[in-house]
């Protein structure tokens, strides 16, 4: 990891308590800061935090989205000092629910940032993390897809809000910030887990040990981080001496990946290697899925910066943790 070592610096983590932030939590603690993570707890747990046990740590449940939480949680946190930065995780992770009420990213995913930027502004924040997405570049098939690719057309609501997210973060850059990391993020896995491809499967297999039914016919492939490599990375492109204020920057492995039919048979061989895998029909497991990407990571890599684990190894590793996670 590389980050510089502060003393007394304040930087704020929305939705630190999740699966994400818990770790950027972890890390911004070893270097000194004073964290204050701001989550609503829908997805997220202070569990996730507590085996912390740090001082420096402040743990706020307020919901982003409104404005007067937002006001309460920064008229808190600016009571212990000026702040220094933020990282921003919070957002709605469970796509298909986005497909199938779109408030739930217009409000977790977009309200969020808005709201935090609005604060930001007033209050003279300068730094800007953003956790983004894969998903802002929609489905072009086998079209490699690299930061300056365009047009950008999202395919699910949590792409479109992310998007929206991204164009507001350059908005402000404009207007008042003077640094913007926009990180796009593959298929992240790991623990805490808290929803995925892997912790689906489990979580079937529990319920019933004999089949485990997949959604869509197996063949999607994609690329798979573990989440290790990706809080490494983002460190790695933060403390970065940049010449412009808004770095975009594609993070995953330098591989393609791997299909979702291999995961079900290692997970399956894992948990309950007697299992039947049933699958469904078509390439896209739920609607707004992106069923094959080709990710570039070019940018990152001229850094100097590469993944310790390549996609097989991610999925391997995290089917490891999340079955312990789960009594396995």
Not at 19 to 36: A, N, P, Q, Y
Request: hydrophobic content about 40%.
């Amino acid at each position: 990891m590389v980050y510089s070592e502060v003393n007394n610096i304040i930087s704020i983590v929305t939705g630190g308590c999740g699966f994400i932030g818990s770790h950027i939590v972890k890390d911004l603690l070893k270097s000194g800061r004073i964290v204050f993570v701001i989550d609503n707890l829908s997805l997220g747990s202070f569990f996730n935090l507590e085996r912390y046990e740090n001082n420096n740590l402040h743990i706020l449940q307020f919901d982003l989205s409104d404005r007067q939480h937002c006001i309460n949680a920064f008229n808190i946190i600016l009571e212990y000092g000026s702040i220094h930065d933020v990282w921003h995780l919070a957002a709605n992770s469970n796509i298909p629910a986005g497909v199938e009420n779109p408030d739930v990213d217009l409000k977790d995913t977009f309200l969020t940032t808005y709201e935090l930027l609005r604060l930001m502004k007033q209050y003279d924040v300068k730094t800007f993390h953003f956790a983004s997405s894969s998903a802002i570049y929609g489905d072009l098939g086998t079209v490699k897809l690299h930061e300056g690719i365009g047009p950008l057309l999202p395919i699910s609501n949590y792409g479109a809000m992310k998007l929206a997210s991204e164009a507001q973060a350059s908005a402000a850059a404009e207007s008042f910030l003077e640094r913007v990391n926009i990180f796009r993020f593959p298929n992240v896995v790991g623990t805490p887990a808290t929803h995925g491809v892997i912790l689906d499967f489990i979580n079937k297999l529990a319920s019933d040990s004999h089949e485990l039914h997949v959604l869509g016919d197996g063949t999607q492939q994609k690329a798979y981080l573990h989440v290790s490599d990706l809080v490494d990375a983002m460190f790695a492109i933060s403390s970065r001496k940049i010449d412009v204020k808004i770095d975009v920057v594609n993070i995953g492995p330098v591989d393609d990946g791997v299909t979702v039919r291999w995961i079900a048979e290692q997970v399956v061989a894992r948990i309950s290697p007697d299992a039947k895998i049933m699958y469904g029909k078509g390439n896209k497991g739920w609607v707004g899925d992106v069923p094959r990407f080709n990710y570039s990571t070019d940018r990152l890599q001229s850094y100097g910066w590469s993944p310790k684990l390549n996609s097989s190894e991610a999925v391997l590793r995290a089917i490891d943790e999340i079955a312990i996670q789960q009594g396995y």
